[in-house]
Protein backbone atom coordinates (compact mmCIF):
# COMPACT_ATOMS: atom_id res chain seq x y z
CA UNK A 1 0.00 0.00 0.00
CA UNK A 2 1.57 3.49 -0.96
CA UNK A 3 1.34 5.43 1.90
CA UNK A 4 0.92 9.69 1.58
CA UNK A 5 2.76 11.88 3.82
CA UNK A 6 -0.30 12.36 5.55
CA UNK A 7 -0.79 8.41 6.43
CA UNK A 8 0.96 6.72 9.12
CA UNK A 9 0.99 2.81 9.42
CA UNK A 10 -0.03 1.41 12.59
CA UNK A 11 0.68 -2.02 12.49
CA UNK A 12 -1.04 -4.87 10.17
CA UNK A 13 1.27 -7.10 7.35
CA UNK A 14 4.82 -6.22 6.10
CA UNK A 15 3.21 -6.07 2.15
CA UNK A 16 -0.79 -5.66 2.15
CA UNK A 17 -3.29 -7.20 0.19
CA UNK A 18 -4.15 -5.78 -3.10
CA UNK A 19 -6.80 -2.96 -2.61
CA UNK A 20 -10.09 -2.80 -5.08
CA UNK A 21 -11.71 0.06 -3.73
CA UNK A 22 -12.57 2.70 -0.85
CA UNK A 23 -15.44 2.48 1.62
CA UNK A 24 -16.23 5.62 4.35
CA UNK A 25 -17.67 3.73 7.45
CA UNK A 26 -19.62 6.01 9.73
CA UNK A 27 -21.24 3.36 12.13
CA UNK A 28 -18.56 0.05 13.34
CA UNK A 29 -21.20 -2.25 13.06
CA UNK A 30 -21.28 -1.72 9.68
CA UNK A 31 -17.63 -3.29 8.92
CA UNK A 32 -18.20 -6.32 8.65
CA UNK A 33 -20.65 -5.36 5.64
CA UNK A 34 -18.16 -3.94 3.51
CA UNK A 35 -17.02 -6.02 0.45
CA UNK A 36 -13.81 -7.89 0.10
CA UNK A 37 -10.49 -5.88 -1.07
CA UNK A 38 -11.62 -2.83 0.38
CA UNK A 39 -10.01 0.26 2.22
CA UNK A 40 -12.20 1.18 5.25
CA UNK A 41 -12.01 4.90 5.99
CA UNK A 42 -13.58 5.42 10.02
CA UNK A 43 -15.08 8.81 10.27
CA UNK A 44 -14.01 10.85 13.28
CA UNK A 45 -16.45 9.60 15.23
CA UNK A 46 -16.28 5.96 14.78
CA UNK A 47 -12.34 6.16 14.55
CA UNK A 48 -13.07 7.40 18.56
CA UNK A 49 -15.54 5.27 19.34
CA UNK A 50 -12.55 2.47 18.30
CA UNK A 51 -10.67 1.84 20.92
CA UNK A 52 -10.12 -0.61 23.52
CA UNK A 53 -12.44 -3.98 22.63
CA UNK A 54 -14.50 -2.08 20.29
CA UNK A 55 -11.38 -1.81 17.91
CA UNK A 56 -10.83 -5.24 18.39
CA UNK A 57 -14.30 -6.48 17.69
CA UNK A 58 -13.62 -3.71 14.58
CA UNK A 59 -10.28 -5.47 13.50
CA UNK A 60 -11.99 -9.56 13.88
CA UNK A 61 -15.18 -7.67 11.59
CA UNK A 62 -12.94 -5.76 8.97
CA UNK A 63 -10.51 -9.23 8.62
CA UNK A 64 -13.79 -11.27 8.45
CA UNK A 65 -15.15 -9.25 5.26
CA UNK A 66 -11.89 -9.41 3.42
CA UNK A 67 -11.21 -5.67 4.00
CA UNK A 68 -7.07 -4.76 3.50
CA UNK A 69 -6.80 -1.69 5.99
CA UNK A 70 -8.47 0.21 8.58
CA UNK A 71 -7.92 4.27 8.26
CA UNK A 72 -8.17 5.89 11.69
CA UNK A 73 -8.91 9.80 11.25
CA UNK A 74 -9.24 11.25 14.94
CA UNK A 75 -6.51 12.75 16.69
CA UNK A 76 -3.80 10.66 18.34
CA UNK A 77 -4.89 7.12 17.29
CA UNK A 78 -2.80 4.58 18.50
CA UNK A 79 -3.21 1.04 18.95
CA UNK A 80 -2.29 -1.24 21.92
CA UNK A 81 -0.71 -4.17 21.63
CA UNK A 82 -3.75 -6.74 21.40
CA UNK A 83 -5.11 -4.60 18.45
CA UNK A 84 -1.75 -5.01 16.81
CA UNK A 85 -1.21 -8.37 17.17
CA UNK A 86 -5.24 -8.97 15.41
CA UNK A 87 -4.01 -6.65 12.51
CA UNK A 88 -1.28 -8.76 12.30
CA UNK A 89 -2.94 -11.90 12.20
CA UNK A 90 -6.07 -10.39 9.81
CA UNK A 91 -3.93 -9.07 7.62
CA UNK A 92 -5.53 -5.72 8.05
CA UNK A 93 -3.04 -2.86 7.45
CA UNK A 94 -4.06 -0.08 10.14
CA UNK A 95 -3.35 3.49 9.33
CA UNK A 96 -3.57 6.73 11.27
CA UNK A 97 -4.67 9.80 9.24
CA UNK A 98 -2.56 13.23 10.51
CA UNK A 99 -3.17 15.90 8.08
CA UNK A 100 -1.54 18.57 10.05
CA UNK A 101 1.71 16.69 9.10
CA UNK A 102 1.25 17.19 5.23
CA UNK A 103 2.02 19.68 3.18
CA UNK A 104 5.41 19.10 2.62
CA UNK A 105 4.27 17.57 -0.89
CA UNK A 106 6.61 14.59 -0.54
CA UNK A 107 4.90 11.10 0.18
CA UNK A 108 6.55 8.42 2.00
CA UNK A 109 6.21 4.43 -0.16
CA UNK A 110 5.17 1.60 1.35
CA UNK A 111 5.42 -1.76 -0.95
CA UNK A 112 1.99 -2.83 -1.49
CA UNK A 113 1.62 -5.80 -3.64
CA UNK A 114 1.39 -7.10 -7.13
CA UNK A 115 -0.68 -4.19 -8.68
CA UNK A 116 0.61 -1.35 -6.63
CA UNK A 117 -2.37 0.00 -5.62
CA UNK A 118 -2.37 2.60 -2.65
CA UNK A 119 -2.49 6.18 -1.51
CA UNK A 120 -0.57 9.02 -2.42
CA UNK A 121 0.22 12.28 -0.92
CA UNK A 122 -2.32 13.81 -3.53
CA UNK A 123 -3.52 17.41 -3.35
CA UNK A 124 -6.78 16.42 -2.01
CA UNK A 125 -5.57 14.59 0.75
CA UNK A 126 -3.12 17.20 1.30
CA UNK A 127 -6.32 19.63 2.61
CA UNK A 128 -6.57 17.54 5.10
CA UNK A 129 -10.25 17.15 5.14
CA UNK A 130 -11.82 13.38 5.33
CA UNK A 131 -13.76 13.40 1.28
CA UNK A 132 -10.13 14.43 -0.13
CA UNK A 133 -8.96 11.73 1.66
CA UNK A 134 -11.19 9.40 0.32
CA UNK A 135 -10.73 10.65 -2.89
CA UNK A 136 -7.38 10.67 -3.24
CA UNK A 137 -7.66 6.99 -1.98
CA UNK A 138 -9.91 5.70 -4.99
CA UNK A 139 -7.99 7.65 -7.43
CA UNK A 140 -4.58 5.90 -6.25
CA UNK A 141 -6.48 2.66 -6.45
CA UNK A 142 -7.43 3.48 -9.59
CA UNK A 143 -3.69 4.24 -10.57
CA UNK A 144 -4.93 8.33 -11.55
CA UNK A 145 -2.34 10.78 -12.59
CA UNK A 146 -2.16 12.54 -9.37
CA UNK A 147 -0.98 9.38 -7.82
CA UNK A 148 1.38 8.27 -10.49
CA UNK A 149 2.81 11.99 -10.33
CA UNK A 150 3.53 11.49 -6.70
CA UNK A 151 5.46 8.24 -6.69
CA UNK A 152 7.25 9.27 -9.78
CA UNK A 153 8.76 12.39 -7.71
CA UNK A 154 9.53 10.02 -4.70
CA UNK A 155 11.31 7.29 -7.18
CA UNK A 156 13.36 10.34 -8.51
CA UNK A 157 14.64 11.75 -5.12
CA UNK A 158 15.46 8.12 -4.13
CA UNK A 159 16.63 7.14 -7.07
CA UNK A 160 19.12 10.02 -7.12
CA UNK A 161 20.01 9.23 -2.93
CA UNK A 162 20.91 5.78 -3.97
CA UNK A 163 24.98 6.41 -4.07
CA UNK A 164 24.89 5.14 -7.77
CA UNK A 165 24.42 1.70 -6.42
CA UNK A 166 22.03 -0.66 -8.79
CA UNK A 167 20.66 -2.62 -6.34
CA UNK A 168 19.99 0.48 -4.07
CA UNK A 169 18.22 2.29 -6.94
CA UNK A 170 16.32 -0.37 -7.81
CA UNK A 171 15.09 -0.99 -4.09
CA UNK A 172 14.16 2.60 -4.31
CA UNK A 173 12.36 2.39 -7.28
CA UNK A 174 10.48 -0.27 -6.26
CA UNK A 175 9.10 0.90 -2.93
CA UNK A 176 8.24 4.23 -4.35
CA UNK A 177 6.15 2.91 -7.52
CA UNK A 178 4.90 0.14 -5.90
CA UNK A 179 6.48 -1.64 -8.76
CA UNK A 180 8.98 -4.68 -8.94
CA UNK A 181 11.95 -2.87 -10.57
CA UNK A 182 14.87 -5.39 -11.30
CA UNK A 183 18.75 -4.32 -12.65
CA UNK A 184 21.11 -5.73 -14.59
CA UNK A 185 24.05 -4.11 -14.34
CA UNK A 186 23.17 -0.29 -15.48
CA UNK A 187 19.45 -1.54 -17.36
CA UNK A 188 16.54 -1.41 -15.40
CA UNK A 189 13.42 -3.32 -16.05
CA UNK A 190 9.83 -3.30 -14.43
CA UNK A 191 6.77 -5.17 -13.80
CA UNK A 192 3.97 -3.91 -16.82
CA UNK A 193 1.32 -2.19 -15.86
CA UNK A 194 -1.08 -0.14 -18.08
CA UNK A 195 -1.98 3.44 -17.74
CA UNK A 196 -0.71 6.59 -15.90
CA UNK A 197 1.38 3.80 -13.57
CA UNK A 198 3.31 2.44 -17.06
CA UNK A 199 4.64 6.31 -17.93
CA UNK A 200 5.66 6.61 -14.41
CA UNK A 201 7.77 3.84 -14.38
CA UNK A 202 9.13 4.15 -17.43
CA UNK A 203 10.25 7.83 -16.36
CA UNK A 204 11.94 6.54 -13.35
CA UNK A 205 13.56 3.38 -15.17
CA UNK A 206 15.25 5.89 -17.85
CA UNK A 207 16.67 8.18 -14.81
CA UNK A 208 17.55 4.99 -12.54
CA UNK A 209 19.77 4.35 -15.66
CA UNK A 210 21.84 7.30 -15.46
CA UNK A 211 22.11 7.18 -11.67
CA UNK A 212 23.85 3.57 -12.15
CA UNK A 213 25.52 5.16 -15.17
CA UNK A 214 27.21 7.72 -13.43
CA UNK A 215 28.82 5.24 -10.63
CA UNK A 216 28.74 5.13 -6.91
CA UNK A 217 28.49 9.44 -5.35
CA UNK A 218 31.84 11.10 -4.65
CA UNK A 219 33.45 9.55 -1.12
CA UNK A 220 34.90 13.33 -0.60
CA UNK A 221 31.63 15.25 0.15
CA UNK A 222 30.62 11.77 2.49
CA UNK A 223 34.06 12.69 3.93
CA UNK A 224 32.48 16.77 4.72
CA UNK A 225 30.05 15.63 5.86
CA UNK A 226 31.39 12.98 8.38
CA UNK A 227 33.47 15.62 9.69
CA UNK A 228 30.61 18.13 9.91
CA UNK A 229 28.60 15.73 11.73
CA UNK A 230 31.54 14.83 14.15
CA UNK A 231 31.70 18.73 15.19
CA UNK A 232 27.53 19.24 15.40
CA UNK A 233 27.60 16.44 18.07
CA UNK A 234 30.65 17.52 20.48
CA UNK A 235 30.79 21.41 20.03
CA UNK A 236 29.21 23.40 22.22
CA UNK A 237 25.45 24.26 21.74
CA UNK A 238 25.98 27.73 20.54
CA UNK A 239 28.48 26.93 18.28
CA UNK A 240 26.33 23.93 16.53
CA UNK A 241 23.88 26.46 16.21
CA UNK A 242 26.19 27.94 14.03
CA UNK A 243 27.28 25.36 11.97
CA UNK A 244 23.60 24.36 10.80
CA UNK A 245 23.25 26.62 7.44
CA UNK A 246 26.47 24.71 6.27
CA UNK A 247 25.70 21.02 7.01
CA UNK A 248 22.41 21.67 5.33
CA UNK A 249 24.27 23.08 2.23
CA UNK A 250 25.97 20.25 2.21
CA UNK A 251 22.98 17.63 2.34
CA UNK A 252 23.11 16.85 6.30
CA UNK A 253 19.27 16.95 6.89
CA UNK A 254 19.59 18.30 10.38
CA UNK A 255 16.16 19.90 10.61
CA UNK A 256 14.36 15.99 10.18
CA UNK A 257 14.01 13.07 12.87
CA UNK A 258 16.76 11.23 14.05
CA UNK A 259 17.53 7.90 15.90
CA UNK A 260 21.22 7.83 16.56
CA UNK A 261 22.73 4.04 16.60
CA UNK A 262 25.93 4.45 18.84
CA UNK A 263 28.43 1.55 18.36
CA UNK A 264 31.57 0.94 20.46
CA UNK A 265 34.14 -1.56 20.88
CA UNK A 266 34.24 -3.79 23.78
CA UNK A 267 38.05 -3.56 24.77
CA UNK A 268 40.23 -0.42 26.38
CA UNK A 269 40.89 2.62 24.64
CA UNK A 270 44.21 2.34 22.32
CA UNK A 271 45.40 1.81 19.46
CA UNK A 272 43.55 -1.67 18.21
CA UNK A 273 40.56 0.09 19.25
CA UNK A 274 40.56 3.08 17.16
CA UNK A 275 41.56 0.93 14.32
CA UNK A 276 38.41 -1.36 14.86
CA UNK A 277 35.99 1.62 14.84
CA UNK A 278 38.06 3.19 11.48
CA UNK A 279 36.99 -0.55 9.68
CA UNK A 280 33.50 -0.75 11.42
CA UNK A 281 33.16 2.98 10.11
CA UNK A 282 34.50 1.81 6.76
CA UNK A 283 32.04 -0.77 6.68
CA UNK A 284 29.24 0.79 8.27
CA UNK A 285 29.62 3.08 5.09
CA UNK A 286 28.92 0.19 2.45
CA UNK A 287 26.16 -1.77 4.37
CA UNK A 288 23.92 2.00 4.82
CA UNK A 289 23.89 2.14 0.97
CA UNK A 290 22.30 -0.94 0.78
CA UNK A 291 19.14 0.03 3.51
CA UNK A 292 16.19 1.88 1.47
CA UNK A 293 14.37 4.76 3.28
CA UNK A 294 16.01 7.11 5.87
CA UNK A 295 19.11 8.31 4.84
CA UNK A 296 22.22 7.45 6.72
CA UNK A 297 25.61 9.77 8.08
CA UNK A 298 27.69 7.85 10.22
CA UNK A 299 30.95 9.56 11.85
CA UNK A 300 33.57 8.58 14.45
CA UNK A 301 33.04 10.62 17.71
CA UNK A 302 33.36 10.92 21.45
CA UNK A 303 35.56 7.22 21.28
CA UNK A 304 32.87 5.94 19.15
CA UNK A 305 30.77 4.79 15.83
CA UNK A 306 28.15 7.03 15.75
CA UNK A 307 25.52 6.15 12.81
CA UNK A 308 22.31 8.60 12.42
CA UNK A 309 18.83 7.30 11.11
CA UNK A 310 17.23 10.06 9.44
CA UNK A 311 13.28 9.85 8.51
CA UNK A 312 11.08 13.46 7.09
CA UNK A 313 8.44 12.44 9.51
CA UNK A 314 8.39 10.88 13.48
CA UNK A 315 8.98 7.25 12.69
CA UNK A 316 6.72 6.85 15.68
CA UNK A 317 7.10 3.31 17.47
CA UNK A 318 6.82 0.99 14.04
CA UNK A 319 9.94 3.19 12.77
CA UNK A 320 11.76 2.89 16.18
CA UNK A 321 11.23 -0.89 15.74
CA UNK A 322 12.80 -1.10 12.33
CA UNK A 323 15.93 1.39 13.63
CA UNK A 324 16.12 -1.57 15.96
CA UNK A 325 16.30 -3.97 13.17
CA UNK A 326 18.84 -1.97 11.57
CA UNK A 327 20.84 -1.89 14.19
CA UNK A 328 21.31 -5.84 14.45
CA UNK A 329 22.29 -5.65 10.66
CA UNK A 330 24.56 -3.06 11.01
CA UNK A 331 26.29 -5.36 14.04
CA UNK A 332 26.38 -8.55 11.96
CA UNK A 333 27.89 -6.38 8.79
CA UNK A 334 30.15 -4.17 10.57
CA UNK A 335 31.76 -6.38 13.35
CA UNK A 336 35.29 -7.58 12.52
CA UNK A 337 36.00 -11.63 12.84
CA UNK A 338 36.98 -11.96 16.55
CA UNK A 339 35.81 -8.50 17.95
CA UNK A 340 33.00 -7.61 20.10
CA UNK A 341 31.00 -4.62 19.34
CA UNK A 342 28.11 -3.03 21.39
CA UNK A 343 25.47 -0.66 20.32
CA UNK A 344 22.72 1.46 21.82
CA UNK A 345 19.44 3.06 20.28
CA UNK A 346 18.41 6.29 21.04
CA UNK A 347 14.60 7.33 20.86
CA UNK A 348 13.38 9.91 17.80
CA UNK A 349 14.09 13.37 18.08
CA UNK A 350 13.68 16.27 15.33
CA UNK A 351 15.88 19.05 14.67
CA UNK A 352 19.67 19.96 15.61
CA UNK A 353 18.77 20.19 19.08
CA UNK A 354 17.39 16.57 18.95
CA UNK A 355 20.28 15.34 16.91
CA UNK A 356 22.33 16.08 19.66
CA UNK A 357 19.58 14.29 22.01
CA UNK A 358 19.44 11.46 20.36
CA UNK A 359 23.62 11.00 20.77
CA UNK A 360 23.42 11.14 24.53
CA UNK A 361 20.79 8.59 24.60
CA UNK A 362 22.35 6.10 22.30
CA UNK A 363 25.26 6.36 25.11
CA UNK A 364 23.28 6.27 28.34
CA UNK A 365 21.83 3.16 26.51
CA UNK A 366 24.73 1.42 26.92
CA UNK A 367 25.79 2.83 30.37
CA UNK A 368 22.96 1.36 31.56
CA UNK A 369 23.08 -1.88 30.04
CA UNK A 370 25.21 -4.83 29.50
CA UNK A 371 23.41 -5.89 26.40
CA UNK A 372 25.13 -6.07 22.99
CA UNK A 373 21.73 -4.26 21.58
CA UNK A 374 20.42 -1.71 24.47
CA UNK A 375 17.82 0.92 23.45
CA UNK A 376 16.99 3.83 25.41
CA UNK A 377 13.64 3.43 25.98
CA UNK A 378 14.27 -0.01 27.54
CA UNK A 379 17.98 1.28 29.56
CA UNK A 380 16.31 2.83 32.67
CA UNK A 381 13.50 4.55 33.53
CA UNK A 382 10.71 2.48 31.74
CA UNK A 383 12.44 -0.69 33.81
CA UNK A 384 12.80 1.11 36.96
CA UNK A 385 8.99 2.33 36.75
CA UNK A 386 8.16 -1.60 35.68
CA UNK A 387 9.64 -2.72 39.14
CA UNK A 388 8.64 0.35 41.09
CA UNK A 389 4.82 0.10 40.37
CA UNK A 390 4.73 -3.30 40.62
CA UNK A 391 4.30 -2.63 44.38
CA UNK A 392 0.45 -2.57 45.99
CA UNK A 393 2.06 0.95 47.77
CA UNK A 394 3.04 2.23 44.45
CA UNK A 395 0.03 1.54 42.64
CA UNK A 396 -1.90 2.87 45.62
CA UNK A 397 -0.31 6.36 45.49
CA UNK A 398 -0.52 6.29 41.55
CA UNK A 399 -4.31 6.03 41.59
CA UNK A 400 -4.39 8.49 44.67
CA UNK A 401 -2.51 11.08 42.59
CA UNK A 402 -4.08 10.85 39.19
CA UNK A 403 -7.77 9.71 40.76
CA UNK A 404 -9.75 13.12 39.75
CA UNK A 405 -8.49 12.17 36.22
CA UNK A 406 -9.13 8.68 36.31
CA UNK A 407 -12.82 8.90 37.88
CA UNK A 408 -13.97 11.00 34.56
CA UNK A 409 -13.66 7.28 32.75
CA UNK A 410 -13.02 5.49 29.48
CA UNK A 411 -11.59 7.83 26.62
CA UNK A 412 -11.48 11.03 28.78
CA UNK A 413 -9.47 10.15 31.07
CA UNK A 414 -6.79 8.14 28.68
CA UNK A 415 -7.33 11.39 26.19
CA UNK A 416 -5.95 13.90 29.57
CA UNK A 417 -3.29 11.33 30.83
CA UNK A 418 -1.68 11.93 27.37
CA UNK A 419 -1.84 15.29 27.46
CA UNK A 420 -0.56 15.60 30.60
CA UNK A 421 2.05 12.96 29.86
CA UNK A 422 3.38 15.04 26.79
CA UNK A 423 3.18 18.09 28.62
CA UNK A 424 5.48 16.87 31.32
CA UNK A 425 7.63 14.97 28.93
CA UNK A 426 8.12 18.25 26.78
CA UNK A 427 9.33 20.53 30.09
CA UNK A 428 5.86 22.00 29.67
CA UNK A 429 6.23 23.09 26.43
CA UNK A 430 1.82 23.30 24.91
CA UNK A 431 3.60 23.70 21.54
CA UNK A 432 6.00 20.74 21.62
CA UNK A 433 3.56 18.22 23.30
CA UNK A 434 0.82 19.41 20.88
CA UNK A 435 3.13 18.15 18.20
CA UNK A 436 3.42 14.97 19.21
CA UNK A 437 -0.78 14.41 19.95
CA UNK A 438 -1.22 16.20 16.69
CA UNK A 439 -3.46 18.57 18.53
CA UNK A 440 -3.54 22.73 18.15
CA UNK A 441 -1.43 24.15 21.08
CA UNK A 442 -4.54 26.08 22.29
CA UNK A 443 -6.43 22.77 23.07
CA UNK A 444 -3.26 21.59 25.02
CA UNK A 445 -3.09 24.45 27.32
CA UNK A 446 -6.74 24.75 28.03
CA UNK A 447 -6.59 20.91 28.82
CA UNK A 448 -3.82 21.55 30.70
CA UNK A 449 -5.46 23.94 32.99
CA UNK A 450 -8.40 21.81 33.22
CA UNK A 451 -5.85 19.28 34.58
CA UNK A 452 -4.43 21.25 37.03
CA UNK A 453 -7.84 22.02 38.14
CA UNK A 454 -9.38 18.68 38.41
CA UNK A 455 -5.99 17.57 40.52
CA UNK A 456 -5.71 20.78 42.52
CA UNK A 457 -2.31 20.64 41.38
CA UNK A 458 0.57 23.79 40.84
CA UNK A 459 2.76 22.24 37.39
CA UNK A 460 5.11 24.76 38.50
CA UNK A 461 6.22 23.03 41.26
CA UNK A 462 9.49 20.96 40.46
CA UNK A 463 7.87 17.96 43.08
CA UNK A 464 4.39 17.89 41.84
CA UNK A 465 5.38 17.92 38.60
CA UNK A 466 8.41 14.95 38.92
CA UNK A 467 5.71 13.04 40.57
CA UNK A 468 3.03 13.58 38.38
CA UNK A 469 5.27 12.56 35.73
CA UNK A 470 6.23 9.19 36.81
CA UNK A 471 2.36 8.79 37.54
CA UNK A 472 1.62 9.42 33.98
CA UNK A 473 4.44 7.26 33.29
CA UNK A 474 3.25 4.30 35.63
CA UNK A 475 -0.06 4.61 34.08
CA UNK A 476 0.55 4.63 30.45
CA UNK A 477 2.39 1.36 31.09
CA UNK A 478 -0.22 -0.45 32.98
CA UNK A 479 -3.45 1.18 31.36
Request: aromatic share 2%; charged share 25%; with cysteine.
Amino acid sequence: MYLGQELRKLAGPATPEPATGVRLVEDLNRVAAQPPGAVLVLTEAASRQAAGYRLDIALRDAAAAGAVALVLTSDGAELDRSAAALAERGRVAVFAFAPDQAGSGRAGPDQAGADGAGQPGGPGAARGDLAGLVVALAGAIAGDAADALVRTARAAEDVVRSGGVPERIAQAASAALGVRVTAEGTSFTAEPHPGHLSRASAIVLRLASLAAAAGPADELPGRSRAQLLTELLVAPETQAQELAPRARALGLPVDDWHVVLRLEPVMDPGQERHALLETAASRALRATRELVGPVWNATLADDALVVVRTAQRDPGRTGLRAAVRDATRLLERVRPAGAELRCGVSTAHEGLLGLRTCASEARTALRRSELPLATYDLAGLDRMLEEWYASDAAQQAVRELLQPVLDLGGERAGRLLAILRAYLDHHGSPARAAEELHLHRNAVSRNVRRIEQLLQADLDDPRQRLALQLACRAARGHA
